[in-house]
């Protein structure tokens, strides 16, 4: 089976950096996604690790350890609108790794402080 | 593209009646997942189609769900008869081949009264 483990929240202020982690358990794995969630909207899509290392995209970067089972989402320069849950995805199972279905973590609530 | 495309946006039925959730994935997308959101379970994957065949429908909670996909760009999820702990968001998204990111449509809030 495939499981995924975030916090349930976390609280920062703006300007300030925060780290959200994940880990995972899962047979077979093609990668770890990271999406973003308004109150309300749809998730999309933020970043994606298929090796180890770090993904930077602007503000956000994201991390992988394969051997850990674990990455993180790295925010940076938080600002008001980074309020939103975050969740974390694995493609993963038994087949090859387009066919693999995508799981996502319990998420991680948000809130940026003025 | 106008991107994942999903019918109706709200649904509000009263117990027992059937219910049918539409998506139309974004053009040349080849995988198409079903995912039910509560504040108690969070996202959960109900089942997934790669080139319009079932691959997994483990999440699929009961007989009561079915989902089909008779081509590339349409699928269905049908509640029958629907219950009260079925109210939920449903999303449905879509990823091409090799492709990293799932697009998400806007969902459909279900209430089963």
């Known amino acids: 089976g495939q499981s995924l483990e975030q916090p349930s929240e976390v609280t920062a202020v703006e300007g300030a950096i925060v780290q959200i982690n994940c880990t995972y358990q899962?047979?077979?794995?093609?990668?770890l996604s990271w999406y973003q969630q308004h109150d309300g909207g749809a998730p999309t899509f933020l970043s994606y690790?298929?090796?180890?290392g770090l993904e930077e995209t602007g503000r956000f970067s994201s991390f992988l350890s394969r051997s850990d089972s674990y990455g993180y989402l790295l925010l940076q320069e938080l600002q008001m609108k980074d309020s939103a849950s975050y969740f974390c995805a694995v493609r993963g199972g038994p087949y090859g790794g387009a066919t693999n279905k995508l799981i996502f973590g319990t998420g991680t609530l948000l809130a940026v402080q003025p | 593209d106008a991107g994942v495309i999903q019918s109706p946006r709200h649904e509000v039925t009263e117990m027992g009646q059937e219910v049918t959730l539409r998506c139309k994935p974004i053009?040349?997308?080849?995988?198409l997942f079903w995912y039910r959101q509560t504040m108690m379970r969070g996202l959960e994957l109900l089942i997934y189609f790669n080139n319009n065949v079932p691959i997994d429908d483990s999440g699929m909670p009961e007989d009561r769900f079915s989902a089909k996909m008779p081509n590339a760009s349409f699928s269905t999820l049908k509640i029958q008869p629907s219950e009260p702990r079925d109210s939920a968001v449903y999303f449905c998204?879509?990823?091409?081949?090799?492709?990293?990111?799932?697009?998400f449509g806007q969902g459909t809030r279900l209430t089963v009264v």
């Open positions: 053009s040349g997308h080849n995988s």
């Open positions: 690790n298929g090796l180890d």
């Open positions: 899962t047979s077979g794995f093609y990668g």
């Open positions: 998204a879509s990823t091409g081949t090799g492709n990293t990111e799932a697009f």
